[in-house]
C-alpha cells in the first residue's frame, strides 16, 4: 500500500502555543487528504478534507481559524492548531486518497499534549 | 445517512482460533466501498481489507476475509488462526463517493489470549 509519514509523532506544548503537524505522501501524488481527530477509546473523527491547491473543507463544529490546514502540493498538507488549549489534546492522524486509488492509507498519527 | 455499526465493543479469542467481527452498514447509494483497519496500540491505522459494492465474490486477504452479504448490508471480518499480534482495536469503515470520505464504526476491541 502507499506511505503516508507524519511528523511530529508526539508534541507537548504549553497552552497557547501553535503546533504544526506535516503529513506527507512519500510514494504517489494525494490530491486530496484527509484530518481526523481520535479521543481515547473512542472512534476516529473526520475534522477536514483539503484538496491540493484549495481551501480545505471542514465539518460541521471544527473550527477553522483553530485548525489551520494547507495543502500546497501533491504530497504535503499540513495542520496547524493555533493558540492550542488542554482540550485540544489529542491523537491527530492524516489519511491520503486520491481519485484513482480506492483505500484511504494513514499516517502514523501525531499524539498532542497541551500543558 | 450513511452509518456503519460496530455492535461488538470487545471480543476475545484464543490463539489459533478464527474469530469474526461484526459490522452492518446503512447506505441509499448503489455505489459504496467497505474497508477494514486495524489500530494497534500504537495508533497507526492499518489497512486490511476493502470490499466494493459491486464485488461478486468476498474479498481475501492472506489470514482476513470479509463475509460480504449485501442483502443484509454486513461486512463481517472474518480473522483465521489468530495470532498474540492480532490483538488492537478493529474499525469497519464505508467510503461515501460522493465525497470521498471515510465513515467509521465505532471499533471492536479484540483481544487473542494463549
Known amino acids: 500500500g502507499a506511505v503516508v509519514s507524519q511528523h511530529p509523532s508526539r508534541v507537548i506544548c504549553k497552552s497557547g502555543t501553535s503546533v504544526k503537524i506535516e503529513c506527507r505522501s512519500l510514494d504517489f501524488q494525494a490530491t486530496t487528504m484527509f484530518w481526523y481527530r481520535q479521543f481515547p477509546k473512542q472512534s476516529l473523527m473526520l475534522m477536514a478534507t483539503s484538496n491540493e491547491g484549495s481551501k480545505a473543507t471542514y465539518e460541521q463544529g471544527v473550527e477553522k481559524d483553530k485548525f489551520l490546514i494547507n495543502h500546497a502540493s501533491l504530497t504535503l498538507s499540513t495542520l496547524t492548531v493555533t493558540s492550542a488549549h488542554p482540550e485540544d489534546s489529542s491523537f491527530y492522524i492524516c489519511?491520503?486518497?486520491?481519485?484513482?486509488?480506492?483505500?484511504?492509507?494513514f499516517g502514523p498519527g501525531t499524539r498532542l499534549l497541551v500543558l | 445517512a450513511q452509518k456503519i455499526t460496530q455492535t461488538q465493543p470487545g471480543m476475545f479469542v484464543q490463539e489459533k482460533e478464527a474469530v469474526t467481527l461484526d459490522c452492518t452498514y446503512d447506505t441509499s447509494d448503489p455505489s459504496y466501498g467497505l474497508f477494514w483497519y486495524k489500530q494497534p496500540s500504537s495508533g497507526e491505522m492499518i489497512f486490511l481489507i476493502y470490499q466494493g459494492s459491486y464485488d461478486q465474490q468476498n474479498a481475501t486477504e492472506g489470514r482476513y476475509s470479509l463475509n460480504f452479504q449485501k442483502a443484509r448490508k454486513s461486512a463481517n471480518l472474518v480473522i483465521s488462526a489468530s495470532q498474540l499480534g492480532d490483538s488492537a482495536m478493529y474499525f469497519c469503515?464505508?467510503?461515501?463517493?460522493?465525497?470521498?470520505?471515510?465513515?467509521f464504526g465505532t471499533g471492536t476491541r479484540l483481544q487473542v489470549f494463549p
Open positions: 469503515a464505508m467510503r461515501d463517493y460522493n465525497t470521498d470520505k471515510l465513515i
Open positions: 489519511s491520503s486518497g486520491s481519485a484513482n486509488q480506492e483505500t484511504q492509507y
